[in-house]
Nanobody, 123 residues
Framework: QVQLVESGGGLVQAGGSLRLTCAAS??????MGWFRQAPGKEREFVAA????????NYADSVKGRFTISRDNSKNTVYLQMNSLKPEDTAVYYC??????????????????WGQGTQVTVSS
């Protein structure tokens, strides 16, 4: 059973940075992704990265500001978030895809999820 634990969320002012970490209980030989969900909104794709660490894929809303990376030796995936905006406020989730491609952006394509970490960006 895959267990995912996110950390690194918090309260930050607009323009600031945060680094989210997702630690997996086992080695993940698949694409991993980050999603977010704001109150009253559907869960949305943020970024994904292949097992090899290549072909990172980003939502247009975060492109150029967020960077996804992974360290397979530590079973860990990261999300570096820079130039944060109030609209980035959400619960952020990491997930494991059942597909090898990082182009998978639908939540239903990710069978394993963490519990989420809150990110709040104040204006």
């Amino acid at each position: 059973q895959v267990q995912l634990v996110e950390s690194g969320g918090g309260l930050v002012q607009a323009g600031g940075s945060l680094r989210l970490t997702c630690a997996a209980s086992v080695r993940i030989f698949s694409t991993m992704g980050w999603f977010r969900q704001a109150p009253g909104k559907e869960r949305e794709f943020v970024a994904a990265i292949m097992w090899s660490g290549g072909s990172p894929n980003y939502a247009d809303s975060v492109k150029g500001r967020f960077t996804i990376s992974r360290d397979n030796s530590k079973n860990t995936v990261y999300l570096q978030m820079n130039s944060l905006k109030p609209e980035d406020t959400a619960v952020y989730y990491c997930a494991v895809s059942s597909f090898p491609s990082s182009s998978t952006q639908q939540p239903r394509q990710y069978p394993y999820w963490g519990q989420g970490t809150q990110v709040t960006v104040s204006s």
